[in-house]
């Protein structure tokens, strides 16, 4: 009879201790569940603030740039609706900080760096080569018909690109619209026949 007694207790207590270890595993698998959820959260909501900053230093870019070419061309004394603007780029160089400004008003270019407090670094004017090719072959395609041409075939709208900057130039007896543009962090240069729109030359970096 005790010896019965001794074998129920045995069975008792190693059930006991199946149960205490399964508890155990039951808890920590939930705390590791919990570690895994949290850590998931987390990185979330990085990803989340990242996008959030980017977003927020594009707007701050963006309207950097409205302020900027407003101060050049309230020196110039022309209106918005009077210029071609061949390129407005953020740039820092030796801890300074401003925008390059390159913009045409008839035969006449205009070049300014403009700090991001409002102050003009440097300016210039100069008769413009691209005016002077311009008025030399009259039957070029428009600059809207070219920078459509250079989007359609690069597949994106102009909504989502920064920095188009575009020149003329003469090349083989032909003029040339040559295109540098940024799209989701790569830039895109384009060499385009400006009679033809027949693409010569592209490249992506």
Do not use: H, W
């Not at 300016?123 to 008025?135: Q, R, S, V, W, Y």
């Amino acid at each position: 009879m005790n010896k019965i007694y001794k074998i129920m207790a045995v069975v008792l207590v190693s059930i006991f201790a199946i149960q205490g270890c399964s508890s155990d595993v039951d808890k920590k698998s939930k705390e590791d569940a919990n570690i895994i959820e949290f850590e998931e959260k987390n990185e979330v909501k990085e990803e989340l603030t990242k996008k959030d900053e980017v977003k927020e230093e594009s707007n701050d870019l963006e309207e950097g740039r409205d302020k900027a070419l407003k101060v050049a061309l309230k020196d110039a004394g022309v209106e918005k609706s009077e210029i071609i603007i061949e390129k407005n780029k953020y740039k820092k160089k030796d801890n300074e900080e401003y925008f390059d400004i390159e913009f045409t008003v008839g035969n006449k270019e205009y070049e300014y760096e403009i700090y991001t407090d409002g102050s003009i670094k440097s300016k210039e004017i100069d008769t413009d080569d691209d005016a002077k090719i311009l008025e030399a072959n009259p039957d070029l395609l428009s600059q809207d018909e070219l920078k459509k041409i250079v989007l359609d075939e690069a597949g994106v709208k102009e909504s989502d690109i920064n920095e188009y900057e575009f020149e003329y130039d003469e090349d083989d007896g032909r003029v040339v619209y040559e295109v540098e543009f940024i799209y989701q962090n790569k830039e895109y240069e384009y060499k385009v026949d400006a009679s033809t729109g027949e693409i010569i030359e592209m490249e992506i970096e």
